[in-house]
């Protein structure tokens, strides 16, 4: 029995659980010393095992199976003959701070400016001075210390259960909680309340313009999103464009996607001049790509992750694989190590620390 | 009772270091050495916040967790590998979680060893780190140790030993979890060896032991034959000074089972089982957890798990599962994400049956009474 102190991938609160391996394979334990869920899980967490059972890719090129080095090379030749301007990377969230920073100088190395996290259409509408409250949340002890929370079109007893436990303590205090639906006209009065609702692709803007407007006064505002990581590429500033609008629009021809998940751009995904894809699961976007690069299962990778409180959590792994994979595409100059010092720099932390809220909407 | 000794590791470096002067470390590596067992399964320790499971065959790696995990509340039972001869240390609920686990023929109670330890209680490790951080302004980083002792809660940090009657902690909202402070049983008498701090003489480096069965007696015999142990007879007054020190204990947790029961209004207890089972969200991680659970990913309760009902199905099954056979172990509560008092929600019904039928659950191999009716019986 192997215990493997690591992080579920299902959202942005990061549960701590143990990943255990014996001979029977992979199995889900539950972490108590963990500050964030105390050992704690919701269904997914529990279940996390079955997904870490699905395939992984194999390293290919147009439909063929080949070895990574090739792979990865392909993708370089491929990268420089694609116009910069009509190229896209796009992270899904689900993929450490150091991938997400080694994609981004990736990007950055190709001249690429066209780079999303998913978010950026509703970051880059949003006024510079509240671009941080979209990114990092609030300690989850403030929920529990809140007199009043405002939940906006969020329903944390579905989507994000560690979260309700949190409200409900909060509650159990004598918190006054509030379920608001703005989209039925209910107005929003957010004085002194801790505010939560959700931001994802579909998240109407409006209705983060309204919150952040509204919220002024409010005591906090916690945006809950629904990939690992969202929040740590958010910070490390990997927004720009909105590549599914672009993709939609045909004014991107060649995208790397970075970890995908379903989408609702999946059907335009086979029309694309080029589609590279790096992931540690095998996909429906993954079969169409030109060039699969495989990347480790979420929790043997070496790094870390951001979660929606502001802790800075390793991940739990040992293989930089994935780092490296992006690395070597840019072409070698940089390692492992210079990208994590990277994250550190652009994160201001000393490193990982699960017992630290490290980043906050104040410090940003 | 059975035969008691004081005890304790030979080698100076094991009692010195072991916790009550290595008598349980002593034991296993002669376990091992005599080959009673292929392994051991014990708590390996990474911080002072944080144990997990160990499953070895390695003298050396049982050297290194010699000493008792406060902070690292898990049931053992769960982890013995099946067809196996492995010995076990064990507080009361992991040795009742195994005898009720063999029963349900998850495991064979031939095949282990069961090395009892005295148990005060547990803590939930985020807890305890707020409680040192709180009341006594410490980094958690900082902590060395805690234990608690003569009604002590007792820190060691680097920067000098912290102190609180726990019964102070426990009123200000910290201290063990709270089926612990409930549970009545602190010797594990259902073990084959029961071994604690209580009725050692003060300043002794050593474990009161007391052997319960056969294979209680062959464990002591491999200590004695590896020359790993020392021993001598535990006098009339150690005997009575444990005696006393348990009854203490249990005296206190009956305190606190009335306490917490107090809570519940007893004129309508049935809003507050739905109103605290309303909020289940059907993760199932109370029934992963369950050592006395055997139905696995077959369960019936499994299919019930539904929306529109106040209560469940699924905890209505699992309510009548466990009203004979819960042990009061506690995992189930630690793991609910949304805080169900589930273990005093299956004691209320349990303790009701015990009390009604004279069965307690996990202390002998006789099948539970629900699933014996006996006609014209009271079932």
Known sequence: ?364 | MGKCYLAWAKDPEIRQKGGSGGFVTATLLAALKEGLVERVLIVRRIDEFEGVPLLTDDPEEVKSCSSAHLAAPLNLSSYIPPGERVAVTVKPCDARAIIERSKRRQIDLEDIYMVGLNCGGTFMPVRTMEAVSDLFGLDPGDVLGFEVSKGKFLVEARSGTYTLPMVELERMGYGRRDPCRYCNINIPVMADLACGDAGVPPGMRATFVEILTDKGDELFEAGIKTSMIEFEEAGEEEIETRVRTDRRMSEDADMWWDELSSMIDEDDHLSYYINELGRCIHCGSCKIVCPVCACKDDAKCLDMGREGYRISLYNLIRLFHLMDSCIGCGQCEDVCPVDIPLTMIHQRFERRMEKELGYRPGFEMSKPPLQEPEPGGKV
């Not at chain 1, 639906?181 to 801790?194: C, D, I, K, R």
Request: hydrophobic share 40%; charged share 25%.
């Open chain 1, 1 to 364: 029995m192997e215990f493997i102190q690591s992080v579920c991938p299902g959202c942005c609160i990061n549960c701590g659980l143990y990943i255990v391996r014996s001979g029977e394979g992979i199995k889900v334990d539950y972490r108590k010393r963990s500050p964030v869920n105390e050992g704690k899980l919701c269904k997914f967490g529990v279940d996390l095992a079955r997904y870490y059972q699905k395939e992984r890719p194999e390293p290919t090129v147009d439909g063929k199976e080949v070895d990574l080095e090739t792979a990865i090379g392909e993708a370089a030749e491929r990268l420089k003959m694609a116009s910069s301007a009509e190229t896209g990377f796009l992270c899904m969230g689900n993929s450490t701070n150091e991938e997400i920073l080694a994609f981004k100088r990736l990007a950055d190395s190709f001249g690429i400016e066209n780079i999303d996290c998913t978010l950026s259409k509703h970051i880059i509408s949003t006024p510079e001075d509240l671009k941080p409250t979209l990114s990092v949340g609030v300690p989850f002890k403030s929920i529990e210390e809140a007199d009043r929370i405002i939940l906006i079109s969020i329903n944390p007893s579905l989507q994000y259960p560690l979260l309700l436990r949190r409200v409900i303590h909060a509650e159990k205090k004598g918190a006054e909680v509030v379920m608001l639906n703005p989209a039925e006209g209910e107005s929003l009065e957010l004085e002194g309340a801790v505010v939560i609702s959700e931001i994802t692709q579909k998240t109407d803007p409006m209705l983060i313009k309204m919150i952040l407007e509204a919220g002024k006064d409010a005591r906090s505002i916690c945006f809950m999103k629904p990939h690992a990581n969202l929040t740590g590429a958010m910070l490390l500033g990997f927004y720009g464009v909105d590549i599914s609008e672009k993709v939609k629009l045909g004014e991107i021809r060649s995208l790397f996607l970075l970890d995908p998940v379903p989408g609702d751009m999946d059907d335009l995904l086979s029309d694309l001049d080029l589609l590279i894809v790096q992931a540690g699961m095998k996909t429906r976007v993954s079969e169409v790509a030109d060039i699969t690069i495989p990347s480790p299962r979420f929790f043997e990778r070496e790094g870390t992750v951001v979660n929606i409180e502001g802790r800075v959590l390793p991940v739990g792994g040992t293989s930089r694989a994935g780092v490296e994979s992006l690395l070597k595409i840019m072409g070698g100059e940089m390692d492992f190590e210079d990208v994590r010092r990277g994250v550190w720099e652009v994160l201001g932390v000393d490193g990982a620390n699960e017992d630290l809220i490290a980043i906050t909407q104040g410090r940003r």
